[in-house]
């Protein structure tokens, strides 16, 4: 079964840092990109950042650009979300999910995760 | 990287047909190919049920169509049903590997 298990969420304060985890299984991790979405409390989804197969190939949010790392470890089946300077406007849930295909050029996300949580919050 | 327009709300009768429109620029919508919708029960995650402005994934019924013209975007349900009734979100490739959702539709059963 293809699955996606975010973890890493929780209570920060403001300016602190948090690094979010998604263990990926069922499929060959490597030969497709990623993504993270998240969607605060009530609202729309919003897209957070992309990494294609390789980690050749990153894209972020206009809001999230120089304060989020995205990366991933292919030998783990693992991606990660490494977020710095949160601020309480970066409270939600946050999704990964796995693209189409290799790249990160208009494929759309065909399996998503459940999600995990972080609250910004003093 | 503004979210895509999307109306708020849309309602139609078990049966009948319901359209979303999804309104971008040309920098995102206008410029690709690479629309795709997402439907989002209550609690739960987003299923993607049309990829490449018109292509349907395995599994999703072909009561889900998808179509573009210029910046807009749009999905229709025809024979609507119950459990059709959720939030749906489009979502455009805008260049420089960067993604724009939709501001998201919910759609009512009546």
């Known amino acids: 079964e293809v699955q996606l298990v975010e973890s890493g969420g929780g209570l920060v304060q403001p300016g602190r840092s948090l690094r979010l985890s998604c263990a990926a299984s069922?499929?060959?991790?490597?030969?497709?990109?990623m993504q993270w979405v998240r969607q605060a409390p009530g609202k729309g989804l919003e897209w957070v950042s992309g990494?294609?197969?390789?980690?050749?190939?990153?894209g972020y949010a206009d809001s999230v650009r120089g304060r989020f790392t995205i990366s991933r470890d292919n030998a783990k089946n693992s991606l990660y979300l490494q977020m710095n300077s949160l601020r309480p406007d970066d409270t939600a849930l946050y999704y990964c999910?796995?693209?189409?295909?290799?790249?990160?050029?208009?494929?759309?996300?065909?399996?998503w995760g459940q999600g995990t949580t972080v609250t910004v919050s003093s | 990287q503004s979210a895509l327009t999307q109306p708020r709300s849309v309602s139609g009768s078990p049966g009948q047909s319901v359209t979303i429109s999804c309104t971008g620029t040309?920098?995102?919508?206008?410029?690709?190919?690479?629309v795709s919708w997402y439907q989002q029960h209550p609690g739960k995650a987003p299923k993607l049920m049309i990829y490449?402005?018109?292509r349907r994934p395995s599994g999703v019924p072909d009561r889900f169509s998808g179509s573009k013209s210029g910046n807009t975007a749009s999905l229709t349900i025809s024979g609507l049903q119950a459990e059709d009734e959720a939030d749906y979100y489009c979502?455009?490739?805008?260049?420089?590997?960067?993604?724009?959702f939709g501001t998201g539709t919910k759609v009512t059963v009546l």
């Open positions: 999910a796995k693209v189409t295909n290799k790249v990160i050029i208009g494929e759309a996300m065909d399996v």
């Open positions: 979502c455009s490739y805008a260049g420089s590997y960067t993604y724009v």
């Open positions: 069922g499929f060959t991790f490597d030969d497709y990109a």
């Open positions: 490449d402005v018109t």
């Open positions: 990494i294609n197969w390789n980690s050749g190939s990153i």
């Open positions: 040309s920098s995102d919508v206008g410029n690709y190919n690479y």
